[in-house]
């Protein structure tokens, strides 16, 4: 019985957290987060979610909070953007080192300053290193659904960390849209409940978060990087179960007219529905143009993008980052990583583009792939390509 | 170049050895490096700090695996580390030894040189307390040369201030009263050791590392509750430890709850007791309790 409304999609993302019983969420209301954790609020405060809910004074103490919940077996959950991820970022380490399965949603927005609240990555691109399995929703039904896999994947002991689910802010978060809704009970058969691998438990003590000098350091980190790793093959096989569930079918990696393509955009999150369009509009031209789109930002499906794009005479990387001094940004340093080693390399054509939420829409790809199939010349091989300059 | 490793214990100098060395040896137109073991300051725990000296240019920032020169500021240490680990063939080892002790010199005479001085009665005769760093390196300059008393002055004199003229005296004394025992004789060059690495690097980690990385618990976690007391911090007691005089106690408690490390506990019928395993003879208990019931006092090993 297909349950389809039309419904924000932060308020869609917070029914699908109810749905999976959490035990705890802390979290500080900042834009455009902050309908998603204002609903769960209503829904605890309703009674219609068991749950714990700690109004904290900051991100800090949220994500402190959830790991603290985390640690004790609770299921935990929080959200933030922009400078309330920042702040989060001393504590997202921990969590991840401590192999505390907690999921976030991050409705992702520029940081400061100029104070700007709209959409970019420039929030998200600098805890990429956190430790965090990082995942990126396109559009109101893939966000939804992310959110009961992310715990499932978190949870599972072959894992055992931190899911951070991004969708742009506003773009996506602010948006009506139609999205099928799941049953309690679909959920629950889906996603277990959580069986903590270990816990906080005054009946069994033990010491969660130990000083670990040089002699252990290293091998613990080892062991948390085999365990990121593992994350995409427990991911696939997740993705198979949710199909068979609910029929809808996920990858890390999307590839769409990427066939014949000589150019093939790379994007990641709400704008590459825009780009599929522009896709379609380029094809009825005559270019030979395709896409593919990073669902999976951590851990890297390194293989899948190889193999996505190794065909393509081009790659246009669209980044919504600037890596300041860098060589653009974090996908096109990724890329260009990825295929150093290949026998065959695309070039790779790099532009940062939609800052702070500067529009970006089917205008913006057919230029990106103008100047990519043009060969236009790059500086510091990447072109800053929506900035008035005259 | 010459690698010299210092073994001591927190708060006896050893860190503050190898930084004098190092000032005078660069007060003398040299190159030298002093570093300690870097990490927790842990008082009374055995520590280990570094020194280099050469008259070239020094291009290394690793810790000293195979020293020329092994210093030993404190007797007790020999029978809780192996303070000759990795100290070359025919190297110089420098020990704090009382004559008393001397017989645990033997395991060591048929392999390095050795320098023996009583610098714990130096130390308590010149500066009044058993701090031996600075007496040893008089048993040092003695045995290796490096610099000269005359140059330790100014690093001393910057670095003690008033009390500079009693470490200078105790370095003087430790200078006079070293004995260098018979070196065993020197390889002949047919003889002389290949250099080579000491171990495999494989070896090394396996040194470096406590455990093979999948047999870490999941986040670094401890699952045996209370594996603390397992970790006798008494190893680590070289400045005496607490007498009570039970006649002056009236069971208050203080010591107990200033003690760091739960070593002044209440008996079944609530008098005091001192637990020698965790017993690091900081004297805090003695400082805070209000009957002056408790004195520091040196003790022998047979406690």
Sequence with gaps: MSNRVGIEVSIAVAEAVG????????????????????????????????????????????????????ATGGRAFTATASQGLALMHEILFAVSSLRLPVVMAVANRAV??????????????????????????????????????????????????????????????????????????????????????????????????????????????????????????VMEEIWQDFEAQFGRRYHAVESYRTGDAEVVLVTMGAVSETARAAVDEMRAQGIAVGLVRIRMWRPLPQEELRQALEGAKVVAVLDRMLTPGGTGGPVGEALRSIFYDAPVRPRIYEVVAGLGGREINRRTFKEIVRQALAGQEQVRQFTFLDVRCA | MMEIRFHGRGGQGAVTAAELMAQAAILDGKYAQAFPNFGPERRGAPVTAFLRVSDQPIYLRE?????????????????????????????????????????????????????????????????????????????????????????????????????????????????????????????????????????????????????????????????????????????????????????????CGFCHVYCPDLAMNFTDDGAIEWDHRYCKGCGICAEECPKGAISMREESHEQ
Excluded at chain 2, 99 to 125: H, M, P, T
Excluded at chain 2, 199 to 228: F, H, M
Aim: a negative charge.
């Design chain 1, 19 to 70: 749905l999976c019983d959490v035990d705890v969420v802390a979290a500080y209301p900042i834009t455009p987060q902050t309908h998603i954790v204002e609903h769960l609020a209503d829904l605890v405060a309703e009674g219609k979610l068991n749950a714990e809910y700690i109004a904290v004074e900051s991100e800090h103490s949220a994500i402190s909070a959830v790991m603290g919940a985390s």
């Design chain 1, 112 to 233: 400061s300053a100029p104070i700007n609240i709209w959409a970019d990555l420039s929030d998200v691109m600098p805890q990429r290193d956190t430790g965090w399995v990082q995942l990126f929703a396109e559009n109101g039904q893939e966000a939804y659904d992310l959110m009961v896999q992310a715990f499932r994947l978190a949870e599972d002991h072959r894992v055992l960390l931190p899911v951070m689910v991004n969708l742009d802010g506003f773009t996506l978060s602010h948006m009506i849209e139609p999205i099928t809704m799941m049953e309690r009970n679909e959920v629950r058969r889906f996603l277990p409940p959580i069986e903590p691998a270990r816990l906080l438990d005054p009946d069994h003590p033990r010491s969660i978060g130990p000083f670990g000098a040089q002699d252990v350091y290293t091998e613990a980190k080892m062991q948390q990087e085999m365990a990121l790793l593992r994350s995409q093959e």
């Design chain 2, 63 to 251: 810790k000293i695996e195979s020293p020329d020169t092994v210093v030993v500021l404190d007797p007790t240490l020999i029978d809780l580390v192996n303070v000759a680990d990795g100290l070359k063939p025919g190297g110089m080892l420098v020990m704090n030894l009382a004559a008393s002790g001397r017989g645990a010199l033997a395991k060591y005479g048929d392999q390095f040189q050795v320098a023996v001085v009583d610098a714990s009665r130096i130390a308590v005769e010149t500066i009044g307390i058993p701090v031996t760093n600075t007496a040893i390196l008089g048993s040092l300059i003695k045995a290796c040369g490096i610099t000269s008393l005359k140059t330790m002055e100014g690093p001393m004199e910057r670095r003690f201030g008033r009390l500079a003229a009693k470490n200078l005296l105790a370095l003087q004394r430790a200078f006079e009263e070293t004995e260098v025992l018979a070196a065993p004789a020197a390889p002949s060059p047919a003889d002389a050791p290949v250099v080579q690495e000491p171990c495999t690097y494989a070896e090394l980690l396996q040194r470096e590392a406590l455990l093979v990385w999948d047999q870490l618990q999941i986040g670094c976690d401890i699952d045996r509750p209370g594996s603390t007391a397992a970790f006798h911090t008494g190893n680590w007691r070289s400045a005496g430890r607490p007498f009570i005089d039970r006649d002056k106690c009236i069971s």
